[in-house]
């Protein structure tokens, strides 16, 4: 169990640009969401997957933003056209189901200038 | 619906003991507490499912009261190593992602 890994750490990127965060889960997980936290806020939830599926996208803050979860293991998230208000930790986790321990990953720090 | 926590900042000596509370507008199935240390991932604490469960963890124990649709978390004979944000995380049907609260602020001092 090497945890939630997720990369890269930070990310700089000038306004306008798309950016691409990856995470890679607990291998026996089968559930992994993406969360957004900015600072002297709770995580803020975007969307999660079960295996490939992905469950749940409405709270994905704009159609700017996707998911994808390709054959059930690692994830990528993607933010096309980033804007300053993008600015923000995205966290991932994973977990083996409902109402069980999620695993955060150390997060993405996204700076948009 | 986020939950709301009280107090948003507490600052105690070590050993003394403090209560962070959670609280939603919506019926709960389940709450789940974790800490935060600046700069690092959040750290899964402990979940409490209906049925007003009271679970512990070393020093750390908490309550749920379904009925007020709150969660206590009790630290007691705090230690510096308690210090973090500590958030609580919803889940009104028992099959909804979690929502988090705004995080408790606790800092302990020698």
């Known amino acids: 169990d090497t945890g939630v890994s997720q990369n890269p750490r930070h990310k700089i990127t000038k306004r306008g640009q798309n950016v691409t965060f990856r995470c890679d889960p607990i291998s026996e997980h089968n559930r992994l969401y993406w969360y957004r936290q900015t600072l002297g806020q709770g995580p803020e939830f975007l969307t999660y997957f079960q295996n490939e599926a992905q469950l749940e996208k409405s709270r994905l803050l704009s159609d700017r933003f996707s998911a994808e979860r390709p054959k059930g293991s690692f994830s990528t998230l993607e933010i096309q056209r980033t804007e300053q208000g993008d600015s923000a930790m995205y966290l991932c986790a994973s977990s083996r189901g409902m109402n069980t321990e999620a695993f955060f990953g150390q997060g993405t720090r996204l700076t948009v200038v | ?110």
């Open chain 2, 1 to 110: 619906q986020q939950p709301v926590q009280s107090p948003q900042a507490v600052i105690l000596r070590e050993g003394e003991d403090a209560v962070i509370n959670c609280s939603s507008s919506k019926a709960l199935y389940s709450v789940h507490w974790y800490r935060q240390k600046h700069g690092e991932a959040p750290v899964f604490l402990m979940i409490l499912l209906k049925g007003g469960e009271q679970k512990g963890h070393e020093k750390i124990s908490a309550s749920f009261n379904e009925k007020k649709q709150q969660s206590s978390l009790y630290l007691t004979a705090s230690q510096l190593s308690y210090s973090g944000t500590y958030f609580c995380g919803t889940d009104s049907t028992g099959n909804t992602p979690l929502v988090f609260g705004k995080g408790t602020r606790l800092s302990v001092i020698a």
